[in-house]
């Protein structure tokens, strides 16, 4: 079954500070893998889009990871600031899925001054 | 127009009634998705509309839930006789060209329904 498991569920770290998110999916044949970051009450915006070739890409302060054969991904928050308090999602595609995208539940990030 | 719309933004409904959501997508965007967002729960796919072509219906839960399509603009999902389990978020996306590998989703900001 074609799954996305996020961790953790909730983090709360300080301003200032970095903090790395993890994705782990089983989804098969894979093709893509996005992060998505949704604040309260809108829409899911998306920060990184990585196919089965690459490994890091980047966007300001955020760098995914990804690791096809383990099938994990990370995604790093570098200098936190108040605003990155949202749920931050991965979703990922199977290649001949189509319209499928399998989304995680996402992981709730709270940022304190 | 500047992104994906949709209206309501809530909906608060009797149980058993019917409801319409509407979404506008991005000027020239070809493709729409529905999702539902249940609370606490991941993006659930519904339905896509890529150009003329036969909606993608897969991911309707139950056939209470339809949607249409006028062209490449305005979409609503219709839900009838709608339970107590239909509440949730439900989400409209956009995107340029259809599912191709690397085609971006934009997504309108959700119509909360709420089901008594």
């Known amino acids: 079954k074609n799954q996305v498991e996020q961790s953790p569920q909730s983090l709360i770290i300080l301003e200032g500070k970095n903090c790395t998110l993890q994705c782990n999916y089983t989804v098969s044949p894979f093709s893509n893998l996005r992060w998505y970051k949704q604040d ?23 760098t995914a990871t990804l690791d096809a054969d383990t099938k994990q991904s990370s995604l790093h928050i570098t200098a936190s600031q108040l605003s990155d308090s949202a749920s931050y999602i991965c979703v990922v595609s199977a290649r001949q899925a189509g319209t499928a995208l399998i989304f995680g539940k996402g992981t709730t990030l709270s940022v304190s001054s | 127009g500047a992104g994906v719309s949709q ?27 529905w999702y539902r967002q249940r609370l606490g729960q991941g993006l659930e796919f519904l339905i896509y509309f890529q150009g003329n072509s036969a909606p993608d219906k897969s991911g309707l839960p139950s056939d209470r839930f339809s949607a249409e399509r006028t062209g490449e603009s305005v979409s609503t999902l219709t839900i009838q006789r709608t339970q107590q389990e239909d509440s949730a978020v439900y989400l409209c996306a956009s995107s340029l060209y259809g599912t191709g590998l690397m085609n971006e989703q934009f997504f309108g900001p959700g119509t909360r329904l709420t089901v008594l």
């Open chain 2, 7 to 33: 209206s309501p933004s809530n909906k608060v409904t009797e149980k058993g009634k019917d409801v319409e959501l509407r979404c506008d997508p991005i000027s020239g965007h070809t493709a729409l998705y």
């Open chain 1, 40 to 62: 309260t009450g809108r829409g899911p915006v998306s920060l990184t889009i990585m196919t089965f070739s690459e490994n890091t890409k980047s966007n300001g302060r955020y």
